[in-house]
């Protein structure tokens, strides 16, 4: 039985994940950061919460999928348009996390004419003229669209790093590596959505990728590089399945709500329990077997991670269906203008940069934590206010 209208418990989950990414991607001003709050080593067995958030941004993603595809053939739109969108969405976030991986890449040499700073404010204000949501039929949208892809060509011209490399895919970068993930899954979704069963063994296909590809705690993975499947997993952008696995995951959870709609609420809260325990119960056997590292996408981090996200997301259906959500108001534009609030922080690195403030001695531990929460609730409201002048990214 398919569910009709917007599945609120999905901006919740995906809000406050947004919300917690800005969150952790602020903590490299602060010092003295709790060390379960920050990321783990590569080779340090555990995971702390700056390495559940973008996992959990995937599920989320993955959750979403089945929606706006199923949204759009509901408005008539044909499986060859619907392939399309499907396409410019990816495409969009590939150049998008491209645009941001070089500004990371260090030091931005002054040769052109500007720096990091302003290469920051150049980079957001191109993203808002093209992917802006623009009133249908605007007419000054095609303009200014022109505007933001000169600006975006201007900069890919014109960059160069400190050592004097040219603008490039260092990689794909969180944004690109999404659009890999979302093509791959909104295609498979595409494929066979009529027949939901497939997603469900494509995500077993991925567990036994991520199995046999991820180092065990020897070092060395079951299935050595140098084969077909490895080598047709690093074509499709999947490499050893961690990221995908997640956002099949998502996907799978949602296929597996409709399929439970008529069924009792009991019932539906039997079966989310009984899959947080699968999955926390897979984690730990694979843990035998492999370290918990997210660094390295092992699959006790994927299991651990994907039974974290089924109880949030169970939590918050539950909340949803008694109307216990108005505790979400300061998050809700983190869950329904998530790209916006994803881009303001780097609108706000380009003025600190500008102003080069100190950071204060004190500003470190708890203290510094709560800062970078305030900074998430800032860009939580620049978003908002934003909204109301009718800007919004929109892929």
Known sequence: MKEQGRNGAIDMFRGLVMFLMVTVNDFWKVHDVPHFLE????????????????????????????????????????????????????????????FIVNGESGDIAPLPGYGEGLYWMLTVLGFFLVWNAYPKDWRPARWLRGAGLGILLFLALTFRSADGSLFRAHWWGILGQIGWMYLFTATAYLLTRKKPGIMAVLWGAALLLNLFTAPTRGGAPLLPKGNFITDFADALHIGNGHAVLMALGGTVLTLTCRRLASSRKPVQVATGIGAIAL??????LAHQLQITSKNLGTLPWCLYVSAISVAAYLLLRILEKKGWTRWFAPFRPAGTATLTVYMIPYLLISLW???????????????????????????????????????????
């Open 39 to 98: 990321h783990y080593a590569t080779f340090e067995d555990g995971m702390g919460v700056s390495d559940i958030v973008y996992p959990m941004f995937l599920f989320a993603m993955g959750m979403s999928v089945p929606y706006a595809i199923d949204r759009r053939f509901d408005k008539g739109f044909s499986g060859e348009s619907t392939l399309g969108h499907i396409l410019s969405r990816t495409l969009a976030l590939l150049l998008m996390g491209v």
């Open 279 to 284: 999955l926390t119960a897979g984690g730990i």
């Open 353 to 395: 940069i500008f102003v080069d403030p100190p950071i204060p001695a004190w500003l470190c531990g708890w203290v510094g934590v709560l800062k970078c929460v305030v900074v998430a609730f800032l860009c939580i409201g620049i978003t908002a206010l934003l909204g109301k002048a009718g800007i919004k990214l929109k892929i």
